[in-house]
Nanobody
Framework: VQLQASGGGLVQVGESLRISCAVR??????TAWFRQAPGKERELVAA????????WYAESVRGRFTVSRNSAKDTVWLRMNSLKSEDTATYYC?????????????????WGQGTQVTVSS
């Protein structure tokens, strides 16, 4: 499994940004976006199931962030609206290939390299 995250950048508070994760694998997989801010633990932000039916969101981003996938199932996006300064972090995409619930953090064993999102006020 190979993952490549991209699309991070510097935006202002209230603006939007979409980050992408290119996934290379022959396996069925669930995808998650995590983030980690300096001095803080890595946090699960959103998850998208292989079946595409019921994404999961952290309470801190629900209603502002949307996770989606293309029809080829090789790219997963995280659309971030109404960005806040506290959304500043390195964002990582990760994949799991088992049948555990998509919010099961420890089951995500394949990771991309991270993309930096900075929200400036």
């Amino acid at each position: 499994v190979q993952l490549q995250a991209s699309g991070g950048g510097l935006v202002q508070v209230g603006e939007s940004l979409r980050i992408s994760c290119a996934v290379r694998t022959t396996l069925a997989y669930d995808t998650a976006w995590f983030r980690q801010a300096p001095g803080k633990e890595r946090e699960l932000v959103a998850a998208f199931p292989w079946r595409g039916d019921r994404p999961w969101y952290a309470e801190s981003v629900r209603g502002r962030f949307t996770v989606s996938r293309n029809s080829a199932k090789d790219t997963v996006w995280l659309r971030m609206n109404s960005l806040k300064s506290e959304d500043t972090a390195t964002y990582y995409c990760a994949v799991k290939t088992d049948s555990a619930p998509i919010y099961r953090i420890s089951n995500y064993i394949y990771w991309g390299q991270g993309t930096q999102v900075t929200v400036s006020s």
